[in-house]
């Protein structure tokens, strides 16, 4: 069992449980991108008005209750009232046969709860679905499972590695925000079920009378009962269709780095400077460069765009953003390895990507213009939002990526538009390196080798985003219209 898995089962198994909301009609998608999540406070915000007038109006309405209440307790207390008295008993029997039953059947109480159930289903169609819960949850288990964060100091809202005696930090936030019994089981529910459902009926071997385990094993029993395709879903992780999962461990330990390359900078070789490409366009501005790795070429750009061009292209984006894919075949797939909404923005939307385009032409000395390159392609992560070892190149001859006409993608530019509090960088596996997200900066890095033959070992990833909401903008470039800005050679070394 992995890391993963033990954590769905033990969050599962440790927790009290409440009932399986209603699966939603459609797939939710607030989960994967930070900006949609952002977006479903403005609901609850509405919800939260909506329970304010109602409570107002239960606190009225208890108000009058209360007075009931004392005013026929005393009556009661009172040793020496007779019930001879026609008026007291009239009272009597008026409050048993017309006041007690006002009580219960109140109207003011039906009418306060319908005012806020009709309130809840106006703004309901704008709120999260369960598979976003579902996915939210996924999300949790992964970066315990990624960072390795310790599963108890992380239901307390502190995130932090434990390995043997070694406690690390990865993030301390300024207000602690810890996990209930039910966030806990929500999270174990979304994942490994099953197993939950033997570790309590182990549990109960040992301790017959725990009332609680019984509990969690007949909810958990009627779950799978619910979901009989659960267990099937729970044995199948669905990752990239390259042959590369032994690189598992080395992907998961670049993102432990989170960006940190100390020993890089004693390597002679590589070197920081000021570009301009020799092109005229950039002999006034030149670019902040930090070549980090040889084979394959990466290099980090400092301070490409400004605050406002990050601004701008997201704020473009952002209506636009759907679900990101993956290529399957001739297909467009979401999958789980892959957690983030993307855009896609052409040069004529805005006269500040047609400046951003001139000045990645100046700086990598190749053709950007279509079809020769791809829209800029503009990703918001999501909670815990990642993309596992991939190539941006295609691997495949029926990938959509040739539908362009114009060849593989020889080379990426990747532009961060955000910051990050922790997490989210960028690990390329077999380089055995990560790039920390620095805001404004530029990752460039060739896909391909001059035979026109994939570069293998350009295999990368997005860490998941521990805490923040990052941004970044793709430009990927073709092959076709770079004949003479980078020549061709048959040495499979080039």
């Not at 590589?270 to 950039?282: G, I, Q």
């Not at 997201?314 to 297909?331: H, M, N």
Request: aromatic share 8%; charged share 25%; with cysteine.
């Amino acid at each position: 069992m992995g890391p993963g898995a033990r954590l769905a089962a033990l969050l599962a198994v440790l927790a009290l449980g409440t009932g399986d909301p209603e699966r939603a009609a459609a797939r939710g998608d607030t989960f994967s991108a930070l900006t949609s999540v952002a977006r479903a406070l403005a609901p609850e915000r509405r919800l939260l008005g909506l329970l304010r007038r109602y409570l107002r109006g239960e606190e009225a309405r208890l108000r009058d209750l209360t007075r009931f209440y004392d005013k026929v307790l005393s009556l009661h207390e009172d040793s020496t009232t007779p019930v001879a008295n026609p008026l007291l008993a009239f009272t009597l029997i008026k409050r048993l046969q017309s006041d007690w039953r006002n009580v219960v059947h109140s109207l003011e109480a039906s009418e306060n709860i319908r005012a806020l159930k009709d309130g809840y289903e106006k703004v309901e169609q704008d709120l999260p679905a369960f598979e976003d819960l579902e996915g939210a949850a996924r999300a949790l288990m992964r970066l315990q499972d990624v960072y390795m964060l310790n599963v108890k100091g992380l239901a307390r809202g502190v995130f932090q590695r434990v390995t043997g005696s070694a406690i690390t930090d990865l993030y301390s936030p300024k207000r602690l925000f810890s996990l209930t019994g039910d966030d806990c089981f929500q999270v174990g529910k979304a994942g490994n079920v099953s197993c939950a459902l033997s570790l309590s009926r182990e549990f109960l071997l040992y301790s017959p009378d725990n009332k609680r385990m019984a509990r969690n094993v007949l909810k958990y029993e009627r779950l799978l009962a619910e979901s009989p395709n659960h267990v099937v879903a729970e044995a199948v992780i669905q990752r990239p269709n390259i042959p590369h999962l032994q690189t598992r461990d080395t992907y998961e330990g670049l993102c432990q780095t989170l960006g940190s390359q100390p020993t890089l900078y004693q390597i002679p070789s590589l070197y920081c400077s000021y570009e301009t490409n020799s092109n005229a366009y950039l002999l006034l501005q030149p670019i902040r460069k930090e070549v980090i790795h040889l084979e394959p070429y990466i290099a980090l750009y400092h301070d490409f765009v400004s605050d406002s061009e990050a601004q701008k292209i997201r704020e473009l984006a952002e209506p636009w953003l759907q679900r990101s894919v993956v290529a399957s075949g001739e297909k467009q797939l979401q999958v789980e390895y892959r957690i983030s909404k993307s855009a896609w923005l052409k040069d004529t939307v805005d006269p500040k990507l047609v400046t951003l385009n001139h000045r990645i032409a100046a700086l990598t000395g190749l053709d950007v213009r279509p079809p020769y390159a791809e829209y800029l392609q503009v990703v918001n992560y999501g909670i815990g939002g990642h993309y596992e070892p991939h190539f941006d190149h295609a691997t495949s001859p029926s990938s959509p990526l040739y539908r362009m006409k114009s060849g593989n993608r020889v080379a990426t530019f990747m532009i961060y538009l955000s910051s990050v509090e922790a997490g989210g960088a960028t690990a390329f596996i077999y380089a055995n390196l990560s790039v920390p997200v620095v805001r404004n900066a530029a990752l460039f890095w060739w896909n391909l080798h001059r035979s026109g033959e994939g570069d293998s070992d350009t295999l990368h990833a997005g860490c998941p985003v521990l805490v923040g909401d990052k941004w970044v903008a793709n430009k990927w470039i073709h092959e076709y219209g770079q004949e003479f800005r980078r020549p061709c050679s048959s040495s499979p070394e080039d």
